[in-house]
């Protein structure tokens, strides 16, 4: 069972970087790390991967650990329409964890 | 290029009957993985499809059963369905072990 653990809720303000940790302590070596966010009413959406290097692209920057035992999902400056549920996720066969609920304060 | 697509987008029927859903892959996608989502939970794994075989399945009783096709549509099955089957169902196409792009879901029903 891939299990990732992932806080419940975070909360931030607009416009401030949020840091969204997720740990994924039994990985092997070959699963990347991946991360989706799902806006109220609607499917997941893709944000980044990586698998062992930090990875860079227009949404966001995904830190990993060098024992690839976590990772952390960066917003460099969330908005409003950044709020939604974040999951931090093992392989391409996704299994999704609860999420973090990330709520974004005006 | 056009999206994942999904359908019908809404659904309601009866216990123990069966229902067909359907996607559309992303084009150039060759990979299909369908997900069960309960409300206010994570979506759950059901299976996946490459190139027209299975290539993963989660914790799900066989009633639930898949096919992809030659121009990578898919189809999830359910027989018998049961109240606990009322969910949203997501499909998400991708390129193998690439990033997967959702459908908007189709929600059943269950009465």
């Known amino acids: 069972d891939a299990k990732t653990t992932q806080p419940n809720s975070m909360e931030s303000n607009e416009e401030e970087p949020v840091h969204l940790p997720c740990n994924h302590s039994t990985i092997s070596g070959t699963d990347y790390i991946h991360w989706y966010r799902q806006l109220p009413s609607q499917g997941p959406e893709y944000v980044i991967h990586?698998?062992?290097s930090n990875v860079n692209n227009r949404m966001a920057s995904l830190a990993i650990a060098e024992d690839r035992k976590s990772s952390t999902l960066i917003l460099h400056r969330a908005t409003l329409r950044d709020a939604a549920v974040y999951y931090c996720?093992?392989?391409?066969?996704?299994?999704f964890g609860k999420g973090t609920r990330l709520h974004i304060l005006p | 290029e056009t999206g994942v697509t999904q359908s019908p987008t809404h659904l309601i029927k009866t216990r123990g009957q069966q229902v067909t859903l359907r996607c559309s892959s992303q084009?150039?996608?060759?990979?299909v993985s369908w997900y069960q989502q309960a409300l206010g939970q994570g979506p759950q794994f059901i299976f996946q499809?490459?190139?027209?075989?299975?290539?993963g399945r989660g914790n799900f009783p066989p009633r639930f059963s898949g096919l992809q096709f030659p121009n990578y549509s898919s189809e999830l099955n359910v027989n018998a369905l049961e109240l606990d089957d009322s969910a949203l169902y997501l499909c998400?196409?991708?390129?193998?072990?690439?990033?997967?792009?959702f459908g908007p879901g189709t929600r059943l029903t269950v009465t």
């Open positions: 996720t093992r392989d391409d066969k996704i299994i």
């Open positions: 998400a196409s991708s390129v193998r072990g690439n990033e997967q792009y």
């Open positions: 990586g698998l062992t």
């Open positions: 084009s150039g996608h060759n990979t």
């Open positions: 499809y490459y190139r027209e075989e299975e290539n």
